[in-house]
């Protein structure tokens, strides 16, 4: 089973601020299928990145995901008020196909 | 509009069974594979169970595998998950998803709102 470690656990930012979240496997993911999603409050999550660099059909171009192997990024260039939630990375190309413990993305 | 809904959470005694259900609409059902990915109380999330778009390929989690059983009706447009022996573990918010282009090896590009279960006595 592929773990997937994400870091930092909270990240305290202000709008407009770049936000730099990271996703560590212990193991290559396989075709860097890796995915990254948003959660907010009360609500179900949200697909951002797919194959770790493709964004969602809607994403604004400000969320970029980078990387390859065992180690993931997303970045999110210019934090607007909406974008405080938490994040998940995601491996689908083996199974089980595990989440991330997440990140909360905080506004300081 | 592609929609996924869930139904079928209660509270339910440890030792007890559930069946939920997640009604598809907006796209071609049968044309893609379905997750259920739960979601304990203030915790992460965790992928529980996958099937392939004509129902011939399954996946469990460890957690969950000879308790739960996931099945389709591509002529319902509707996926189902059947909860046997539950545990108090086993409460959580449980979100249907869809793959995101139909493969089995996919992310999930669409998720319904989730149905809550809680397991007490």
């Known amino acids: 089973e592929i773990v997937l470690t994400q870091s930092p656990g909270t990240l305290s930012l202000s709008p407009g601020e770049r936000a730099t979240l990271s996703c560590r496997a212990s193991?290559?993911?396989?075709?860097?299928?890796l995915a990254w999603y948003q959660q907010k409050p009360g609500q179900a999550p949200r697909l951002l990145i797919y194959?770790?660099?493709s964004r969602a059909t809607g994403i604004p171009d400000r969320f970029n995901g980078s990387g390859s192997g065992t180690d993931f990024t997303l970045t999110i260039s210019r934090l607007e008020p909406e974008d405080f939630a938490v994040y998940y990375c995601q491996q689908y190309g083996s199974s089980p196909k595990s989440f991330g413990q997440g990140t909360k993305l905080e506004i300081k | 509009e592609v929609r996924l809904v869930e139904s079928g959470g209660d509270l339910v005694q440890p030792g007890g069974s559930l069946r939920l259900s997640c009604a598809a609409s907006g796209f071609t059902f049968s044309n893609y594979a379905m997750y259920w990915v739960r979601q304990a109380p203030g915790k992460g999330l965790e992928y529980v169970s996958a099937i392939s778009t004509d129902g011939g390929s399954t996946y469990y989690a460890d957690s969950v595998k000879g308790r739960f059983s996931i099945s389709r009706d591509n002529s319902k447009n509707t996926l189902y998950l059947q909860m046997g022996n539950l545990r108090t573990e086993d409460m959580a918010v449980y979100y249907c998803a869809r793959s995101l282009y139909g493969g089995n090896s996919d992310a999930a590009g669409v998720w319904g709102q989730g149905t809550l279960v809680t397991v007490s006595s």
């Open positions: 193991q290559s993911v396989t075709s860097s299928y």
């Open positions: 194959g770790a660099s």
